[in-house]
């Protein structure tokens, strides 16, 4: 009898381990945690501040990152059963281009890597430290290796699509990619947005993962940017 009841009362623990080890993480994210931020796209571009100009721009010459640029990963998180979007960003984000006729012939951004914020102050801690080692590896960059082809007139408004291709280091790690483009010329500022997925062995980063806490991640994320040029006085 004694035994039965000791067997009752560790069936009742493990129960009620097992409700707080699943329940706790999923009513966390049930109700506390925030939406995810949007994707960059088109039809968030303001250029508010910005004097506006009509007709033909003459887009000839150097550019100059400004405020208002951002960059930022997107990765697909599984908690307790539930899976949804986590989103980092930082603006902490500088960079040029060169524009000679109708092509960009230049052009480089480089972002700081311990910059990056997301809705938890313990997945920023892990990215900083384990998964993306910023104290070794503060910055990311790309570097343009093959010149970017524009329109012969552009004009206020336009939205053209194109692709960069050249170097991009993450973590120490730098890989040739072509990032599919989308580039608007409104009130005098280029604004262009990309998007590239990263595979994380293919860049030597550990996968975030922590199966201690069962949170478990996609073997990949998504790399996202919306970068504005603002044209240098000659």
């Known amino acids: 009898m004694k035994f039965s009841i000791n067997r009752k009362k ?27 931020l ?15 100009t009509t007709g033909e ?8 990152l400004i405020a208002e640029s951002q960059v930022g990963y997107r990765i697909k998180e599984r908690i307790a059963l539930k ?16 524009i000679l ?9 480089e972002v700081d890597m311990k910059t990056f914020q997301s809705d938890s102050g313990g997945r920023d801690a892990q990215f900083n430290g384990r998964i993306m080692d910023t104290e070794k590896y503060p910055t990311a960059n790309f570097v343009l290796t093959e010149p970017i082809t524009l329109v012969e007139k552009p004009i206020n ?12 280091t993450i973590r120490g790690t ?30 030597k980063i550990p996968n975030p993962s922590v199966p201690l806490v069962f ?4 073997p990949n994320c998504i790399l996202e940017f919306s970068l504005k040029f603002e044209k240098q006085k000659d």
């Open 83 to 98: 899976t949804f979007e986590t989103v980092g960003r930082s603006s902490e984000v500088t960079g040029s281009l060169k």
């Open 157 to 168: 408004g336009l939205t053209i699509k194109n692709a960069a291709t050249g170097n991009l």
């Open 174 to 203: 730098t890989k040739e990619v072509t990032i599919p483009l989308s580039s608007t010329l409104q009130n005098s500022v280029i604004t262009v947005i990309g998007q590239i997925q990263i595979q994380f062995d293919e860049w």
């Open 57 to 64: 721009i003459q887009i000839s010459g150097d550019w100059k």
């Open 10 to 36: 560790l069936i009742y623990i493990l129960i009620s381990a097992a409700i707080i080890i699943v329940g706790g993480p999923w009513l966390y994210t049930s109700l506390f945690r925030d939406e995810p």
């Open 101 to 109: 006729d109708s092509e960009i012939t230049q052009t480089t951004f």
């Open 38 to 52: 949007n994707p960059f796209n088109e039809t968030s571009i303001s250029n508010d501040g910005v004097t506006a």
């Open 215 to 218: 949170i478990y991640t996609e």
